[in-house]
């Protein structure tokens, strides 16, 4: 017989390493994440597609497992996990090489799959295998204890990874340095695991109690209802996750605190439920769910003004409930340790089903953001099926059609939510891609000259031109001529030709200042955007400038450029009324300076409903010596013109003083702050 010390000393090796591997799992996805984002235009499509990869690999990890304690002897499954393991060691460091940058915006969810998988896929299959076959060598070496409270050490170390990325692995090491940090510590997790591994085959061959024994035969097999209860139990709080990030990060920002934030509150609720009964109430995670679920439509709403901070909580406080009850609900269902592989394959397989769901067929299927919706019915309708279950309710139709009523439910809404916004009233144009949800609207007005036809993404407008074709060529929106980027374009050498780079074409609106010998260059990455401002607007055509089309992202297709000596640089990219960050950097703001001739001006839009941009803009402009001019002009409603504000940056101050002077409408409220590619931090500057 093993002594009892040696047992409680291999609980403790089989805890480290769950503890160790759980940590490393969920610090290694913010890191990919924010390596991966400014290669694809910042897009909060980039976390979902890399969710989409971590929660498949997560389930090709629980279905090795499974398979391994399932078909292999103990020491056969010691003696792959550490081939596995050694494999792993040689793909480290996980930096990912810079030769995956993209040179256009083709297949751009496909390109963040494969670059995934090359830089972090086999490290990151054996850290998510390693939580469920470690318990399972317990449950062998350790016969009528129960393995659940390793599951809640598994997500207690994911928590704190996640809670630690952003306040404080993120602003104390560049993205290079966590790479080699984590690729240390994931060379001692495997020594760990090895040692684990050693330590299981020999203790597994010692005889078991025939008591234990029993214990395990006796074990009920779960019913093909009880596991298709869990897969979507599973599911739908992987589709809330996602729908939920998807939906703030428009909104907000796509940056590593707005990824872990909600997917720490994801995980806080597995460790409650898996923890212990008492921290879950049903009654009252219910009655909090449909609150915030109702509070969510109203907070959503077009037109909506509800404060930033109120609008992030309503949304996550929703999140978190309905998560409460689903996880809740599945540890009420758990099985015996007999099953416990089987169990977390099925719920790893819920996950990977939520994130293909948001990350592929959503964007297919919908044309507009509809997977928060679809999301809450799949919860609502899960739930009355356990009340129905638990309360024995029959429903008037056979036994053999009860199992597929939710299946049935979820067809329908996914019905009507993908003919919804297709023949909206008003609605010209809509399409939906990786970038996200752009909408063509005709705008009536009492006058039927001041009628518009407005390009729509998310809430924000991105550009309107009159009907009226004597009022076509008038700029309009974020850029008439009271904008400062309009002072800028009628007052800066009016009698000579000029070279204008542009990042962001919107609907074309700034080529109403071309003049025929000008030459502009329009950056756009998305497709989309270029197709509609084509077909739908005539800013484009009737411009008599010469116009050349960069399709891709901007940064990355200045980086392969020779210097292009513009005379002036627009930057205007946004993504909703999100802060495109990676745009608004120090090294950023270098790379424009590059291709500006020596008496240039870098004109950059930071008109924000959330976020003052001003310190950001002088921060950079004192680092870099550059004289800088802020712009406020006021909104015109006959004009069709919007509240706007400009900030013009030029190397040479006579630039400015001879074109738009150097008088700012208002100056930087708060201290001067620098962004770099390594550190910012959105919440110096929210309003």
Known sequence: MIERGSGRGLA????????????????????????????????????????????????????????????????????????????????????????????????PVLKIILLTISSVGLPYFILSSTGPLVQGWFSRTHAGQSPYRLYSLSNLGSLL???????????????ATQSVLWSGLFGIFALLCTGSAVAMWQRASAPVAAAQMSIVTEAIRPTRSLVGLW???????????LATTNQVCLDVAVIPFLWVLPLALYLMTFILCFDSDRWYSRRAYAIGAAALTLATVFVGKPGSHVPLVLQVGIYFSAMFCCCMVCHGELVKLKPHPKYLTAFFLTISAGGAAGGLFVGLLAPLLFVSYYELQFGIIGFATLYLTLRFREDNIQLPMPTWCQPLLVPAVMLMAIGVFSQLDRHAEGSIAVARNFYGVLKVEQKHFAHADHDLVRLVHGRIEHGCQFAAPEKRRVPTAYYSEAAGIGQLMTTLRPSQSKHVGIVGLGVGTLTTYGHSGDRYRLYEINPDVISMAREHFSFLSDCPAE??????????????????????????????????VHLLTKEAISAYLG????????????????????PVITGIANELNLASVIRISDENLEQATHPATWALLSRQPETLAGSVGLESTVGASRQPIVWTDDRSNLFEVLR
């Not at 809670?163 to 404080?168: A, E, L, N």
């Not at 020596?598 to 004109?603: S, T």
Request: glycine share 6%.
């Open 595 to 614: 291709h500006l001739k020596p008496d240039g001006v870098l004109a950059c839009h930071i008109s924000n409903m959330h976020f003052d941009l001003r």
């Open 161 to 175: 990874a996640l809670v630690s990325y952003p306040f404080v692995v993120e602003p104390s090491f560049s993205t």
């Open 12 to 107: 403790v090796a089989y805890a480290a390493t769950i503890f160790s591997s759980a940590f490393l799992l969920f610090q290694v996805q913010p890191l990919t994440g924010k390596y991966v984002l400014p290669w694809f235009g910042g897009s909060p499509a980039v976390w979902t597609t890399c969710m989409l990869v971590f929660q498949v690999l997560l389930f090709a990890g629980y279905a090795y497992a499974h398979l391994t304690t399932q078909y292999l002897s103990p020491r056969h499954q010691g003696y792959l996990h550490v081939a596995l393991l050694m494999l792993a060691l040689i793909t480290l460091p996980i930096t990912p090489d810079p030769s995956w940058k993209p040179t256009n915006s083709d297949w």
């Open 231 to 241: 897969f979507g139990l599973a599911m739908t709080p992987s589709v809330l996750l």
């Open 547 to 580: 116009l050349t089309m960069v399709t891709g992202d901007a940064r990355l297709a200045l980086e392969f450029e020779e210097p292009q000596q513009f005379d002036v640089l627009v930057l205007d990219a946004f993504s909703g009324d999100a802060i495109p």
